[in-house]
């Protein structure tokens, strides 16, 4: 399995502790705000709060780590560079969450990727110490992946958004930039082409939007 995406770090400028802790109590649009206005704990309290999620949200669509790993560097610089352009029209995280799935969407087209296998060749034994669950586990993985790069953009990112990252379809339009309806849909088919694939590759026993089980549409 490969290690976790680095932490993004504005600077080494030091806060005093309780700083950090006191603002790390504020809700995202008091740090937006104070962010806007120059006071860079509170941009660093920001981006300490989503990296891991914009590290999560590349990793599934980006597929490959190195692809993820820049992605989500390159988010998170635009997340500084680009608060100001946060309205307040929609959630702080639905913004961040499609300046994200925007960034990888350009990443994906200047280079032309092929999303590969986010997994080494060696899998680690997993906690119980078993090797064949373990295989098992990296196999599932890896036809996962293999399976989120055949399908589009588009209906790569809105499957993840929703099986993922739990959004609802509302959120998801607007991270997305699309109809409502558009996106149930292509969350239906993109399930519908991750169902076809595993069958496949595992039998008919494993179904899409297990990540998301008991979760209904």
């Not at 959630?91 to 960034?103: D, E, G, K, S």
């Not at 055949?150 to 607007?174: H, K, N, P, T």
Request: hydrophobic content about 40%.
């Amino acid at each position: 399995m490969q290690p976790g995406l680095p932490a993004f770090r504005l600077s080494e400028q030091r806060v005093p502790v309780p700083v950090i802790q006191a603002y790390r109590k504020l809700g995202d649009l008091a740090l937006v705000a104070k962010a806007r206005a120059g006071d860079r704990p509170a941009l660093d309290v920001l981006v300490e709060r989503y990296s891991p999620r914009v590290n999560s949200l590349a990793a599934h669509l980006m597929g490959d780590f190195e692809d993820a790993r820049d992605a989500a560097q390159e988010s998170l610089v635009k997340l500084c560079t680009k608060l100001r352009q946060f309205r307040g029209d929609a959630q702080f995280a639905t913004w961040m969450h499609r300046l994200v799935v925007n960034t990888c969407r350009d990443a994906q087209e200047r280079k032309r990727v092929r999303a590969t296998e986010p997994l080494t060749d060696e899998e680690p034994a997993g906690e119980d110490g078993d090797p064949l669950r373990a295989t098992l586990l990296g196999d599932l993985r890896a036809d996962l992946a293999q399976g989120l790069a055949r399908l589009s953009a588009d209906q790569r990112s809105v499957v993840v958004l929703r099986d993922v990252l739990g959004f609802s379809y509302e959120d998801i339009a607007r991270a997305a930039s699309m109809p409502v309806g558009t996106a149930k849909c292509y969350v239906h088919r993109g399930r519908q082409r991750l169902r076809d694939g595993l069958d496949e590759s595992l039998g008919p026993s494993v179904a899409p939007g297990s990540a998301s089980a008991g979760r209904s549409g």
